[in-house]
């Protein structure tokens, strides 16, 4: 078990600290969450459809991805029509978000008309919810005949 909040690794579980959370619905809690290995792995491979500011690739804030010929990778074509995160500089939260979060003066967006990309945010936070709701239904049982029989 974790000794302090932060991220770690224990039994093929990634842990993420026992801080109070706010959760989508806006409910506190100091539950311990987890995330599996698999559910984090889908994550980072979602994130890869996230466009990324110039500006951030510049100043080093991301990791970009080079092909063999060293040239910039475009996971745009590997994520098209499956997930898209588009980004807008400005203060106000870009007209036709579907959702958004506003992170170092920039919005990031998944499009209102995007069906693809809501579907598959859809699934990942219905996921994600089902993960850190852990099991909530009686385990499998056992049934024994009495009879002798």
């Known amino acids: 078990m974790l000794q302090q909040p932060g991220l770690g690794c224990q039994g093929g579980v990634i842990w993420l600290g026992t801080e109070p959370l706010v959760t989508a619905i806006g409910q506190q ?3 311990l969450r987890r995330i599996t ?3 984090l792995q889908a994550l980072y491979y979602v994130s890869t459809g996230i466009d990324i500011p110039p500006e951030h690739t510049i100043g080093g804030l991301v990791t970009v991805t080079l092909d063999s010929a060293g040239h910039t990778f475009d996971w ?3 994520m098209r029509g499956f997930f898209r995160v588009y980004w807008a500089k400005g ?3 870009p007209p036709g978000a579907h959702v958004a979060v506003q992170y170092k003066d920039y919005w990031f967006y998944i499009d209102e008309t995007d069906q693809e990309t809501k579907s598959a945010f859809s699934l990942l936070m219905e996921l ?3 993960e850190l ?3 909530t239904s009686p385990g499998p049982q056992l049934t024994l005949p009495v009879s002798g029989r």
Do not use: I, P
Request: charged share 20%; net charge positive; hydrophobic share 20%.
């Open 29 to 31: 809690t100091s539950r």
């Open 37 to 39: 290995q698999m559910h």
């Open 76 to 78: 745009g074509n590997v």
């Open 91 to 93: 203060n106000g939260r």
């Open 128 to 130: 994600t919810r089902l």
């Open 133 to 135: 709701a852990g099991k």
